[in-house]
C-alpha cells in the first residue's frame, strides 16, 4: 500500500491520491483509494461519492461491494469520527492490486495506523516555509513507521526550490495551482508521470 502523507492540511493531499489512483486507473490497473483519515475524511466529497465505503469493508463486504468505482477507481470513503480502517487494513493489505492511502495530516497519532500499514509513501507539501517544515516531519514519522518515501510531489509549485534539500529525496513531480471543481481530474500528464515513477521505483 502507498501511503500519501503531509505535514499539514490543504496541501494537497487528497488530490494528489485521486489523481494519483486515476492515473494507475489509466495505465490498466485496478486501484483503490481509501480514506483513512478518521477526524477529517473529504475523499468522498472530492470523488463525488458517500462516506460509507471503508466502513462498509470493515464490516465484511466485499471490495467490489463496499467501494463506489469513479474513473476507473474504487473509491473507499469515511464518515468523521468512523474508526474503520484499523479493521480493514488486512483486508486491503491482502488486495491484489494497488491501494493509495489518503492520510490524515501531520505526524500524530491518527496518522501512525495507515502510515504503519503502507509499504511506502509520497509526502505532499506546498513550497512555503512552514508546510515544508512540517511535511518533513511528516516524512520522518513515514520513515520510522517502514513506509519510507518514495518522494515529494510539491503542489501549486512551478519550481523545486530548496525542497530537495529539505526533504533529503527526490521531488517526483511539481503540479501547477489548479482552481475549480475535481482538480485531481486536471494535469494528468503530471499525474500518469508520477505514476511511472512510481512504478518504476517498485515494478
Excluded at 11 to 31: E, Q
Excluded at 77 to 98: C, I, K, M, Q, S
Excluded at 170 to 187: I, K, N
Aim: proline share 7%.
Amino acid at each position: 500500500m502507498l501511503a500519501i502523507t503531509g505535514g499539514k492540511g490543504g496541501v494537497g493531499k487528497t488530490t494528489t491520491a485521486l489523481g494519483l489512483a486515476a492515473a494507475a486507473a489509466r495505465a490498466g490497473d485496478r486501484p483503490v483509494v481509501v480514506d483513512a483519515d478518521r477526524d477529517c475524511p473529504n475523499l468522498a466529497v472530492a470523488a463525488g461519492t458517500d462516506g460509507k465505503g471503508l466502513g462498509r469493508l470493515a464490516a465484511g463486504d466485499p471490495l467490489r461491494v463496499a467501494g463506489t468505482r469513479v474513473a476507473g477507481v474504487t473509491v473507499l470513503g469515511a464518515r468523521p469520527g468512523e474508526d474503520a480502517f484499523p479493521e480493514a487494513a488486512d483486508r486491503l493489505a491482502a488486495a491484489d492490486r494497488p491501494v493509495v492511502l489518503d492520510c490524515p495530516a501531520g505526524a500524530g497519532e491518527p496518522t501512525a495506523a495507515p502510515l504503519a500499514a503502507a509499504d511506502r509513501s509520497v509526502v505532499v507539501a506546498r513550497r512555503t516555509r512552514r508546510a515544508l517544515a512540517d511535511g518533513r516531519k511528516a516524512a520522518a514519522m513515514a520513515r520510522r513507521l517502514g513506509a519510507t518515501p518514495a518522494g515529494v510531489v510539491l503542489s501549486r509549485a512551478e519550481r523545486v526550490g530548496r525542497a530537495e534539500r529539505v526533504f533529503e529525496t527526490t521531488v517526483l513531480e511539481r503540479v501547477p495551482r489548479t482552481d475549480g471543481p475535481a482538480p485531481w481530474r486536471r494535469h494528468r500528464p503530471v499525474y500518469d508521470r508520477l505514476y511511472r515513477s512510481l512504478r518504476r521505483q517498485n515494478p
